[in-house]
């Protein structure tokens, strides 16, 4: 089945710095790289996604890339915010199943 | 995106019975949910995935007849942990598979066996 990496597990930054998670995974099949944050308690909201037809995809401060010959993609923030802290997850979907990562713990500091 | 609901959010039992949590898609025909479980500052596993009107497919390592699953309706999905045990206790979270691969989260339930 697919494993899927999440690197680094905690991650602090300045406000305003930017923020880099890294994902790889392992099944070649897989084709669809959702990213979802997670506040403490509460349930996983969809941030941005990215197929495996597409290269990068931006949204505001979030961005995700994906590079299919290394598989691996990112999520890079910039210009956080407080706000911005949480647990994110990054997952890859093969077929009828996803397969989630071990999930960053970001801090913002002011 | 679809709206899920859980429930309940909270619940706390004695050790040996049994607790059914009930994942709806209010405004979406779910064929396909799914289960996870999620200990305290640790990722999500999905325990299994709920197909309607057919039988859920489990995870290696999740016991079928402790985790019951049923998926009678497009719009219902139910998790019933028989005879719990304290190392059940976690939060539990469907999610109903949505167009295009997306997938949408329910609240979650966090469940207590005593």
């Known amino acids: 089945g697919e494993n899927v990496e999440q690197h680094p597990s905690t991650l602090s930054v300045q406000e305003g710095d930017s923020a880099v998670i890294k994902c790889t995974y392992s099944?070649?099949?897989?084709?669809?790289f959702p990213w979802y944050k997670q506040e403490l308690g509460k349930r996983p909201q969809l941030i941005i996604d990215?197929?495996?037809?597409?290269g990068e995809k931006k949204d505001q401060r979030i961005a995700v890339t994906l590079n299919k010959t290394a598989k691996h993609f990112s999520l890079h923030i910039t210009e956080t915010q407080p706000e911005d802290s949480a647990v994110y997850f990054c997952a890859a979907n093969t077929g009828n199943q996803f397969y989630f990562g071990t999930g960053t713990s970001l801090t913002v500091i002011p | 995106g679809a709206v899920v609901s859980q429930h309940p959010s909270r619940v706390i039992c004695k050790s040996g019975t049994s607790v059914k949590i009930e994942c709806r898609s209010l405004?979406?025909?779910?064929?396909?949910m799914f289960w996870y479980r999620q200990f305290p500052k640790k990722s999500l596993m999905l325990m299994a995935t709920s197909n309607e009107g057919s039988k859920a497919t489990y995870e290696q390592g999740v016991e079928k007849d402790k985790f019951l699953i049923n998926h009678a309706s497009l719009t219902l999905s139910t998790l019933t942990v028989t005879s719990a045990h304290p190392e059940d206790s976690s939060f539990y979270i469907c999610?109903?598979?949505?167009?295009?691969?997306?997938?949408?989260f329910g609240p979650g339930t966090r469940l207590t066996v005593l």
């Open positions: 999610s109903v598979r949505g167009m295009a691969d997306t997938q949408y």
């Open positions: 990215i197929r495996s037809n597409v």
């Open positions: 405004d979406f025909q779910a064929t396909t």
């Open positions: 099944d070649s099949a897989s084709n669809y």
